[in-house]
């Protein structure tokens, strides 16, 4: 199978992840690298031995690239897809797919208008922790789905994070930043959701940055920090989300804040940020929690979305980290915002149907 020519828009942190998880990949080879600063996309090239660096505006005029990966910032993700969908190109977006539901919408149907496939992280419900973890559900190792509780509790990024403003604007926030991972793991695990009740608040309203050139810079925030609610599935589970970034000391199992009860058992989901971690299960009968083998390879991280999507483009045949998912994630995210603010429960619009688990193939081949 021919390899997918792939061209990088976001020469950020995120993108040596990107670009290391790549090669362990067949299906893709990186061509380009591309920045608004031209320089920094010059030092990713040199650093990973990708032969072009230019211009977002020069990638996308690119006829030889196939595929776009853009790993720009939250609120520029549907203006450059818009541009590279124009051009003919396929498109993986970094999540959020996008900043609102119009503006996702407008991507999915103009995708399908162009022929064109759009696909969106996160790709971690593809790794072996959560393809293991939706094993142990698919085949009723703790019988029918009851209730679940999801926690990312924390005080922000700003600890970390040398320019963290887009963090506190509206397309960020908890939600919009680790909802994608909470929320894309319940649905690979429980399905469609029915409807769901959010409430949320701006719990610290300024902010100081921590490290880098600007420390001690403040920040003012205009997106909710916290922001929490209850999901109700269509196969009758019923559970609890919080996402905060305003909390100290929040007392969780942060290498399991994902538990799934059901009527004859839990399972323990590992951190739905990270690809591999183990399941844990514990039956009525079982004194002890139980470990759960994985069902495919371990090692994988990010780029296995954007490889499953090159598989599609050359087999037609559908790919897992869809644009549709991520569309039917950003309805979530901005319905727990919606039904705050209205106090009602939210009814989500966009449908939504679990892609196929991964095969267990040897490591880095992704089709039979």
């Known amino acids: 199978m021919d390899r997918t020519k792939v061209g990088i828009i976001g020469c950020g942190a995120i993108s040596s992840n990107y670009l290391t998880n790549a090669r362990n990949l067949p299906i893709l080879e990186v061509v380009a690298c591309a920045d608004l600063d031209l320089e920094r996309a010059q030092a990713k090239a040199a650093e990973f031995g990708v032969p072009k660096a230019c211009t977002p505006e020069e990638l996308i005029a690119d006829s030889s690239v196939e595929l776009i990966l853009n790993l720009t910032i939250p609120a520029a993700h549907a203006a450059v897809a818009l541009a590279a969908i124009d051009a003919g190109k396929h498109v993986h977006n970094e999540k959020p797919l996008a900043t609102t539901r119009a503006e996702g919408m407008r991507l999915i149907e103009t995708a399908r208008e162009r ?3 759009v696909g969106c992280a996160p790709d971690t419900f593809m790794g072996a922790g959560l393809q293991s973890a939706r094993m142990a559900v698919d085949e009723g190792l703790i019988g029918k789905p009851v209730a679940f509780t999801g926690f990312m509790l924390g005080r922000g990024p700003e600890s970390f994070h040398p320019s963290p403003e887009f963090f506190y604007e509206p397309g960020g926030g908890p939600m919009f930043d680790m909802g994608p991972y909470y929320l894309t793991a319940l649905l690979n695990l429980l399905g469609p959701v029915r409807r769901l009740q959010g409430a949320s608040a701006i719990e610290i309203p300024e902010r100081t940055i921590m490290k880098g050139p600007r420390e001690g810079a403040k920040l003012s925030v205009s997106t909710p920090d916290h922001v929490c609610g209850t999901l109700e599935f269509e196969c009758g589970a019923l559970g609890t989300l919080i996402t905060s970034f305003a909390i100290a000391h929040g007392e969780y199992d942060r290498k399991y804040p994902i538990t799934i009860y059901g009527t004859e058992g839990a399972l323990r989901v ?11 299960v514990r039956r009525i009968e079982d004194a002890e929690w139980q470990p759960v083998p994985h069902v495919i390879p371990t090692g994988y991280g990010r780029s296995i979305g954007l490889a499953d999507l090159a598989y599609a483009i050359r087999s037609g045949r559908p790919h897992r980290a869809s ?5 039917a994630v950003l309805d979530l995210m901005q319905g727990f915002l919606d039904s ?3 106090g009602a429960a ?5 449908p939504y149907q679990r892609p ?8 880095g081949h992704l089709d039979e």
């Not at 991964?358 to 490591?363: D, G, K, R, T």
Request: charged content about 10%.
């Open 323 to 327: 644009g549709d998912q991520g569309m």
């Open 270 to 280: 590992p951190d739905p940020n990270y690809f591999d971690g183990e399941v844990w």
């Open 115 to 117: 022929g064109v496939l």
């Open 356 to 363: 196929a688990p991964l095969p267990n193939l040897p490591f």
């Open 340 to 342: 705050s603010n209205s």
């Open 346 to 350: 939210y009814t989500p619009v966009i």
